[in-house]
């Protein structure tokens, strides 16, 4: 649901609380009757919450002095293992952990 605002021309100013598809160019005015228009306004947009404004603000201010890093963060998750790439082919696998299977492995470039 989207707040218009319409302005009577005899009345007010007053809104309007309805969905975007019943929207029309013109509104009734609630105290004499009259059509009244449309008022286009900003759009009412909600507040940033606080912990991504404080991202936003680091991030801000790691562009004009950015911040030595030597470790992970605490918390951190931990390194996820290396995908198979077109180039550099599959992950090497410790041949304990090779699975066994009828065909023979593939050549390595």
């Known amino acids: 649901m989207a707040t218009y605002v319409f302005r009577c021309p005899g009345c007010s100013v007053f809104e ?3 969905p975007m598809s019943a929207l029309r160019p013109t509104h009734t005015c609630p105290t004499c009757g009259a059509p009244a228009a449309r008022v286009f306004t900003a759009p009412g947009l909600l507040s ?11 991030a801000a201010a790691s562009a004009e002095a950015p911040q030595v890093v030597r470790s992970l963060p605490h ?3 931990p390194p996820r293992r290396r995908r198979w790439n077109p180039v550099t082919g599959a992950a090497p696998l410790d041949a304990a952990h090779r699975p066994a299977g009828p065909h023979p492995p593939l050549p390595r470039w």
């Open 16 to 18: 309007v609380v309805q």
């Open 48 to 58: 940033t919450p606080s912990p991504v404004h404080r991202a936003l603000d680091r």
């Open 75 to 77: 918390g951190a998750p």
